[in-house]
């Protein structure tokens, strides 16, 4: 059985940082794509960065291009967001994603991804 265990969250201050853990355990999480989304009140969950397999490849959302960066550990099975320039608009609900398929390209389409936390609270203050 797959699980997924993001921490790391917290309250910071606008310009503050904040690094993301997903601890994974089960299946194979080297063969394993992951994913960050969130979701804020009101609001649908969004896309937030990827990581292939194998750390190769990854993509990020505009919102956060520069300020994110998403890595892993595959000796760990954990995969990191390092989230740096906080800004309240990224107050939200993180979530981490695993994608099976072994895709050498990454997703933003949560659809794709088959398993996922339980979420982690960011909350960003002016």
């Known amino acids: 059985q797959v699980q997924l265990v993001e921490s790391g969250g917290g309250l910071v201050q606008a310009g503050g940082s904040l690094r993301l853990s997903c601890a994974a355990s089960?299946?194979?999480?080297?063969?394993?794509?992951m994913g960050w989304f969130r979701q804020a009140p009101g609001k649908e969950r969004e896309f937030v960065g990827a990581?292939?397999?194998?750390?190769?490849?990854?993509d990020y959302a505009d919102s956060v291009k520069g300020r994110f960066t998403i890595s892993r550990d595959n000796a760990k099975n954990t995969v990191y967001l390092q989230m740096n320039s906080l800004k309240p608009e990224d107050t939200a609900v993180y979530y981490c994603?695993?994608?099976?398929?072994?895709?050498?390209?990454?997703?933003?389409?949560?659809?794709?991804?088959?398993?996922w936390g339980q979420g982690t609270q960011v909350t960003v203050s002016s």
């Open positions: 089960g299946r194979s999480f080297s063969n394993w794509n």
């Open positions: 994603a695993a994608d099976f398929r072994r895709s050498s390209v990454v997703t933003v389409r949560a659809a794709f991804y088959d398993y």
């Open positions: 990581i292939s397999w194998g750390g190769g490849s990854t």
